[in-house]
């Protein structure tokens, strides 16, 4: 029922908007987004990998657009996506980890603001594109390496060790930097943090991931575009055609990992 809520909420203002400033022919030429959300936003939902892990490289790789776009629209568009998704989580009650949350998320906020100003412009498109790529292979074999160990002792909670809250916090600024550079990569580094140092239920990290991107999304998109001023146009239009895929996929994704735990 929540998630016929929150389409039905979101189509509502995305059509009156898309209305009122005459963005629905943005279709015509770009509906290969839509396709391409359709299945990133599902997989933004269900894993630790945001919308922004598909988006960036099949619009860098398969369809040749800048780096910097791809990011732009990684960025806004999981604001909304993976906001949806975070929405769904905390009314199906679907247990996150809130401490990984909290210092994940005010670590990715320092590391977005210093990224933006002072790493983004120091690489060139092809080194973006390369090191997104080997950091999602990366991302890959810890995948298998945690699918290998069988029977792994695992807890649903860090704890309060000050020395924990550090790591989160330091793996959350270098995980906004990165996210700064592709429009994702928080998700990943504070998942993979979870699992490899805390032994964290994969299910309790993937869930508290899906928060920790849609929120970290939402204050990158308002920083970039509020404050900065910096939002890519091209992006912005495919941000119109992707909307009312999204927020279909994305809590739909979310509710596949919903289990009995409270949050």
Known sequence: MINLVIV????????????????????????????????????????????????????????????????DFSLIIQSVGMTCASLVIFFKKITIERTALIYSFLGGVIGIIVGFKYITGMFSPSFVKIFFTSFWLSFIFVLFYLNKEKNRLLFDKVGIYPL??????????????????????????????LVLAF?????????????????TALFASIWKGAILNDISPLALDYWWVCVPIVVIGAPFGARSEEHTSEL
Request: aromatic fraction near 14%; charged fraction near 10%; hydrophobic fraction near 55%.
């Open 8 to 71: 039905l909420v979101v189509w509502t203002i995305w059509g009156i908007s898309a209305f009122l400033l005459q963005k629905i022919y943005l279709f015509e030429h770009n509906w290969p987004m839509s396709i391409t959300m359709l299945f990133g936003s599902f997989i933004a939902g269900a894993t630790s990998e945001g919308g922004g892990a598909v988006a960036f490289p099949v619009m860098t790789l398969g369809f040749k657009i800048s780096p910097s776009v791809a990011r």
């Open 199 to 215: 032994r964290i239920n994969e299910k309790v990290a993937t869930a508290t991931s899906v928060v920790l991107m849609g929120t």
């Open 164 to 193: 924990a809250k550090l790591g989160l916090f330091i793996a959350g600024f270098f995980g906004g930097i990165l996210t700064s550079l592709t429009g994702s990569g928080i998700d990943i580094i504070t998942f993979s943090f």
